[in-house]
Nanobody, 122 residues
Framework: QVQLVESGGGLVQAGGSLRLSCSTSGRTFRRYAMGWFRQAPGKDREFVAVISWPLSNTYYADSVKGRFTISRDSAKNTVELQMNSLVPEDTAVYYC???????????????WGQGTQVTVSS
């Protein structure tokens, strides 16, 4: 059973930063590409960033490129999303996901966390 648990969400002012973390087992960490998606109220879930396994290649949505950084921490079996220069449009529930492919589509991921709320105030 693959379990993904997100943490680190919260309320922040525009221009601020947050760091999200997704914890999983070592077996999952060393097998899957890990992605972050987000879903705002009334909108579809959208791709944010992904980091591949084993090369840790990274890809970002254009809307977050240059502001967000995805990384793996092998010692902790976590995947993190550092979010800087946040804007109100970044407000959403953020989900961690694991998949065999380094994809940008929701359908390419097999396992999902429960989500963590990020709210950016103007």
């Amino acid at each position: 059973q693959v379990q993904l648990v997100e943490s680190g969400g919260g309320l922040v002012q525009a221009g601020g930063s947050l760091r999200l973390s997704c914890s999983t087992s070592g077996r999952t960490f060393r097998r899957y590409a890990m992605g972050w998606f987000r879903q705002a109220p009334g909108k579809d879930r959208e791709f944010v960033a992904v980091i591949s396994w084993p090369l840790s290649n990274t890809y970002y949505a254009d809307s977050v490129k240059g502001r967000f950084t995805i990384s793996r921490d092998s010692a902790k079996n976590t995947v993190e999303l550092q979010m800087n220069s946040l804007v109100p449009e970044d407000t959403a529930v953020y989900y961690c996901a694991a998949g065999m492919m380094t994809g940008i589509r929701v359908s390419e991921y097999d396992y999902w966390g429960q989500g963590t709320q990020v709210t950016v105030s103007s």
